[in-house]
């Protein structure tokens, strides 16, 4: 079935430092992205939906300048989050879907800074 | 900070008993809804789903049922297991391509 990778499973940084985390679907083509953040024992809050090609909407509350989302092609985006600092640590988790797909998820990314 | 967010509704049941998880969902127009489950540290896996001219779907011990006069849908587990044990989200679709998921139940189950 279809398959969403998402890359790194777990970063540590250091305060200050920009992490990048893909997000690939892996055998079809992915018109549009999700990137949630997820903090434990919480529901997924949805941070952006990114379509291949345009610029990414931000949900409300969420800054566009510190978390950059690029959709450069039907199978990968990218979420930059620059300079994190220790509130930014948390479980981020991309989505994919496209033509009569459901949405499938990435096994999220656990972004810890310190 | 961590606080941000809704609190899990928990859910426990013994082993071999059968679950119900509900989800009210809140757009008259979405046709087509899906189950995740997702495991601790893991994203969302797609469990089964079902579109607005069906009122029940059946899978591998899991059933989804749909009532859209009260827009409400539920996931029935059979013979609940331990290793089902896990967060359970609904999600709608209206128009378009993005879903809206509920804020999901923690099921744990007793051995």
């Known amino acids: 079935g279809a398959v969403v990778s998402q890359h790194p499973s777990r970063v540590i940084c250091k305060s200050g430092t920009s992490v990048k985390i893909e997000c690939r679907s892996l055998?079809?083509?992915?018109?549009?992205m999700f990137w949630y953040r997820q903090f434990p024992k919480k529901s997924l809050m949805l941070m952006a939906t990114?379509?291949?090609?345009?610029?990414?909407?931000?949900e409300q509350g969420v800054e566009k300048d510190k978390f950059l989302i690029n959709h450069a092609s039907l199978t990968l985006s990218t979420l930059t989050v620059t300079s994190a600092h220790p509130e930014d640590s948390s479980f981020y988790i991309c989505s994919a879907t496209g033509s009569n797909q459901p949405q499938h998820f990435g096994d999220g990314t656990r972004l810890s800074i310190l | 900070g961590e606080s941000v967010g809704l609190h899990l509704p928990t859910l426990s049941v013994q082993e071999g008993d059968n679950s119900i998880i509900n989800c009210a969902y809140s757009?008259?127009?979405?046709?087509?809804f899906i189950w995740y489950k997702q495991e601790s540290g893991k994203g969302p896996q797609f469990i089964i789903d079902i579109r607005s001219n069906m009122d029940k779907r059946q899978g591998q011990r899991v059933t989804v049922l749909l009532n859209k006069t009260v827009k409400h849908l539920s996931l029935q587990i059979a013979a609940t297991q331990p290793g089902d044990s896990a967060v359970y989200f609904c999600a709608e679709k209206p128009l378009g391509n993005q879903f809206y998921f509920g804020t999901g139940t923690s099921l744990t189950v007793i051995p």
């Open positions: 055998d079809f083509q992915a018109t549009t």
């Open positions: 757009n008259s127009a979405s046709d087509y």
């Open positions: 990114s379509n291949e090609g345009s610029k990414a909407t931000y």
